[in-house]
């Protein structure tokens, strides 16, 4: 990113202003359109519906969540909206520090060569190592998708609504309100300069983000109905007059053809009324299965031992 960042790295390196020539390339993905657009829902509950909107258009698609157990979470969501069976392990996958390497290799593979393979659930940190070039969608990490220039690429970045007040107070404060999440914060990320800029920027966010990295190709700066682009941002998606195209993933052909997501519906909120007596979890029942758990826990940390 040019400014500090560069000039940083340039003086580490013992390069002297005036003294070299630095050559840029532009980091604009034509083929790839991008949103950033408001959560309707929050991040700590079990339900993510905000997601289902995408993974029905069954392209293949990789999910970045700040934390292992965000992922979890979304996870476990994606796995109960699925037929029961062998296929929801290998539709969904999750991909983060805690796996174990082969099984992240081969969630991996599985993206690249297995057709029913949909969805990776990873963490930030840990999916900045991706380079899938089969990958058609990215949600919340927009940089790690439509590797394959042949495709067409999706990039959504969901914001919890905090996050807008939150950016806005940042600036208002002169950048003086960054701090790490505490314990008690509800925020899963910091708030830093860029991001508090691109949460309040009002117009095109291609042009705003071609400013921020410096690109300076023909028309860089102009929104995506001036210049045009194929693939219009979220921002400029509203006065957009053509269809925008996402082409399926490639799926096993035949009459069984992959459609995992349905919308769920919504549950009785009173089913706990409804359940037969005799099928409800007594409080004598709980602390037997607590003490059964205990015991097992007991023996697999003696054979760990041993
Ligand atoms: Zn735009």
Redesign the pocket.
Known sequence: MPGISTSTICKSLGFQQGMFHMYQRSNERPNVQFNLLPLTHTLGGEEFPDLIKYLLSNRKAIIYCATIELCWRVYIFLLRLLPLGPRQLICVRLYHAMCWPDENERTVALMHDDPMCQIIVATVAFGQGFNVRTLLDSIQQAGRVGRDLSTTGRAVVLVQKAAYSSAEKYLASGGSASRAPTKTSKSLTTMNNEKAMMLTNKG????FFNKLFGNNTPGSTL???ALP?RL??S??LPRFSGSLVFELSPLPSGPERLRPFSVPQPQPTTAAAYRPKNSRLMRKMRSAADAELRNFGLQVQKLERD
């Open positions: 095109c966010f291609i042009a929104d995506c109905i682009r219009p941002c921002a400029c």
